[in-house]
């Protein structure tokens, strides 16, 4: 793996292979364009490979708690 892909395999969702990918297009003229090549790689990906991006992200909701408050009006919705 490459120095490159190493630091920076897990900034979208610990995924190796948008930063490889993403790396092929080095050097970025700043974090942002980064970022954006990044975005551009998940969006150009196949169905497949967005699949098992999509599945890598944590679960946020067991994560969270709820306020009491919007727990007692989940109990009264109907």
């Known amino acids: 793996m490459s120095e490159f892909v190493e630091k920076s395999k897990d900034i979208l969702e610990h995924s190796p292979w948008v930063a490889q990918r993403a790396g092929e297009f080095r050097l970025f003229s700043s974090c942002e364009s980064l ?3 990044m975005v551009s790689v998940v969006q150009t990906a196949s169905e497949e490979k967005n699949l098992n991006f999509i599945q ?3 679960h946020l909701g ?7 408050f919007s727990q007692s009006e989940l109990k009264t919705a109907d």
Do not use: F, K, N, V
């Open 35 to 37: 970022y954006e090549r």
């Open 56 to 58: 890598a992200h944590p």
């Open 62 to 68: 067991t994560r969270i708690t709820m306020s009491s």
